[in-house]
């Protein structure tokens, strides 16, 4: 089950794994991003695409919420994708921008979530037409769960092309307790 805590520390890992991918990559020449590795989305930029794409449209649906999360307007500003597998960007260098303005909607929005925001049934048009209501909190514990498992392939190519990502568990953010 979602808990607006966990939404929070969900974003938090978020950026910080974004942030350590997009650096790993940022070390490779730019034919070893675009080569195909032979994954789903094919490429390093392709998958790193794929997330973009997701996140948007998944935003776009959570902007309709009526909480109205103003937060996620930044992300309303980004290119619109229209398939699954667009390559919204080129290059690493304006998919890393975007990536920034994107992770701190994300981390924005995520502060902003209210335990009675998690219980209301989102309608919404999923990416092949069909009409979908699903409970929000489901909704964000999916899309947070898409976000891990590609950055997974992400950087398993990394490693195939000798980037280390370094430490990539939850764990390492979850604070401390023991008195």
């Known amino acids: 089950m979602a808990d ?8 938090q890992y978020n950026a910080w794994m974004n ?3 997009l650096e790993a990559a940022a070390r490779l020449p730019a034919e070893a991003l675009t080569a195909d ?10 998958t790193l695409n794929h997330l973009m794409v997701a996140d948007l449209l998944w935003l776009r649906r959570f902007r309709t919420h009526p909480a109205g999360y103003t937060t996620l307007d930044p992300v309303m500003a980004l290119p619109p994708p229209t398939r699954l597998d667009e390559a919204l960007y080129a290059d690493l260098a304006s998919l890393a921008a975007d990536r920034q303005v994107m992770d701190t ?4 929005w995520a502060a902003c979530i209210r335990p009675c925001d998690l219980n209301h049934v989102l309608a919404y048009t999923s990416s092949t ?3 979908c209501a699903r409970r929000f909190g489901d909704l ?3 899309f947070f769960n898409h976000q891990t498992h590609h950055r997974g392939q992400v950087t398993t190519l990394l490693t195939q092309a000798g980037q280390d990502v370094g430490i990539t568990d939850l764990v390492a953010l979850i ?5």
């Open 175 to 179: 604070p401390d307790e023991a008195p």
């Open 37 to 46: 590795w032979g994954a789903f989305f094919r490429s390093i930029l392709g």
């Open 4 to 11: 607006p805590r966990h939404i929070v520390l969900l974003a």
């Open 19 to 21: 942030a350590k991918v």
């Open 129 to 131: 037409g069909t009409a």
């Open 105 to 108: 909607a994300i981390s924005q």
């Open 140 to 142: 964000i514990v999916h």
